[in-house]
T-cell receptor, first 113, second 117 residues
Framework: AQTVTQSQPEMSVQEAETVTLSCTYDTSESDYYLFWYKQPPSRQMILVIRQEAYKQQNATENRFSVNFQKAAKSFSLKISDSQLGDAAMYFCAYRVGGNKLVFGAGTILRVKS | GAVVSQHPSWVICKSGTSVKIECRSLDFQATTMFWYRQFPKQSLMLMATSNEGSKATYEQGVEKDKFLINHASLTLSTLTVTSAHPEDSSFYIC?????????????FGEGSWLTVV
């Protein structure tokens, strides 16, 4: 069974600084998708970034980038120039094909002004 | 971007009654929709996967007779909580995948708060 592990229940970062959220996963598949979702207090799930496992290049979306290490089954999220609006629960998720998303336990990110 | 809408956002019902939550894909056709439940400060737990025109696939431990899922059209899936009890109070979220392409991004609804009194 596929599992996703987020080992950091909570993280804090100073505004304008950089923070990295960790995620590891377990799978026997070779082709899959990885995602980071953000859930602010409104509870709306917002897609932050996605990575296809067959792509070696790390995905980047503005201030958000990932460090995808396929052999190590690691998929960390780096947030640069943190802003107050980045404060939220962040979920790492895994998916094979069109199947269901498997979520990690989540990391609460607090941004200090 | 693609929009998924849930209704109602908040619902309070009496114990023993049934309540229906709708999930609509507003600007795309969704052959597959997913229903999740989320407890406070916890992750999303998949309840079931619904495919248009066929029976839903429930996750282990989810009572299919209690949580009825219908996916009658390519833009609408409904979750009915039957004979609701206070322990069913939770946040329910749906998500939908456009079309049949496996790589398509899954989009989430805004979620629905259910309180059973």
């Amino acid at each position: 069974a596929q599992t996703v592990t987020q080992s950091q229940p909570e993280m804090s970062v100073q505004e304008a600084e950089t923070v990295t959220l960790s995620c590891t996963y377990d799978t026997s598949e070779s082709d899959y998708y990885l995602f980071w979702y953000k859930q602010p207090p409104s509870r709306q799930m917002i897609l932050v970034i996605r990575q296809e496992a067959y792509k070696q290049q790390n995905a980047t979306e503005n201030r958000f980038s990932v460090n995808f290490q396929k052999a190590a089954k690691s998929f960390s999220l780096k947030i640069s120039d943190s802003q107050l609006g980045d404060a939220a629960m962040y979920f790492c998720a895994y998916r094979v094909g069109g199947n269901k998303l498997v979520f990690g336990a989540g990391t609460i990110l607090r941004v200090k002004s | 971007g693609a929009v998924v809408s849930q209704h109602p956002s908040w619902v309070i019902c009496k114990s023993g009654t049934s309540v229906k939550i709708e999930c609509r894909s507003l600007d795309f056709q969704a052959t597959t929709m997913f229903w999740y439940r989320q407890f406070p400060k916890q992750s999303l737990m998949l309840m079931a996967t619904s495919n248009e025109g066929s029976k839903a696939t429930y996750e282990q431990g989810v009572e299919k007779d209690k949580f009825l899922i219908n996916h009658a059209s390519l833009t609408l899936s409904t979750l009915t909580v039957t004979s609701a009890h206070p322990e069913d109070s939770s946040f329910y979220i749906c998500s939908a995948r456009p079309g049949d392409r496996e790589g398509n991004t899954i989009y989430f609804g805004e979620g629905s708060w259910l309180t059973v009194v």
